[in-house]
């Protein structure tokens, strides 16, 4: 059974920190590249970050460059998301996901992990 668990949201305060963390089990982490994306309310879901599955190459939207970081451990089947210097509207719900190197149509979801940055 696949599963991809979410954790590590929260409320915090403008300017500061969460680290987000998506633990998987039932597929083959490491033949799978992974990224985050972000839902606000009344928005479409969107592309945060993405990394490859040796953990190397990253991509980021613009909104979060130098500020978040994705990373992988391959050996606990888990993908993480730093977040720093939170703004408001960085408030979402954010989902990770799990899409095999060669198969794009072999993809999973989590199911998503509240963010809320507010004073």
């Known amino acids: 059974q696949v599963q991809l668990v979410e954790s590590g949201g929260g409320l915090v305060q403008p300017g500061g920190s969460l680290i987000l963390s998506c633990v998987t089990s039932g597929f083959t982490f490491s033949s799978y590249s992974i990224s985050w994306y972000c839902q606000a309310p009344g928005k479409e879901r969107e592309f945060v970050a993405a990394i490859t599955r040796d953990g190397i190459s990253a991509t980021y939207t613009d909104s979060v460059n130098n500020r978040f970081t994705i990373s992988r451990d391959n050996a606990k089947n888990t993908m993480y998301l730093q977040m720093n210097s939170l703004k408001p509207e960085d408030t979402a719900v954010y989902y990770c996901?799990?899409?095999?190197?060669?198969?794009?149509?072999?993809?999973?979801w989590g199911q998503g992990t509240q963010v809320t940055v507010s004073s």
């Open positions: 996901k799990a899409r095999h190197i060669s198969r794009p149509s072999d993809y999973y």
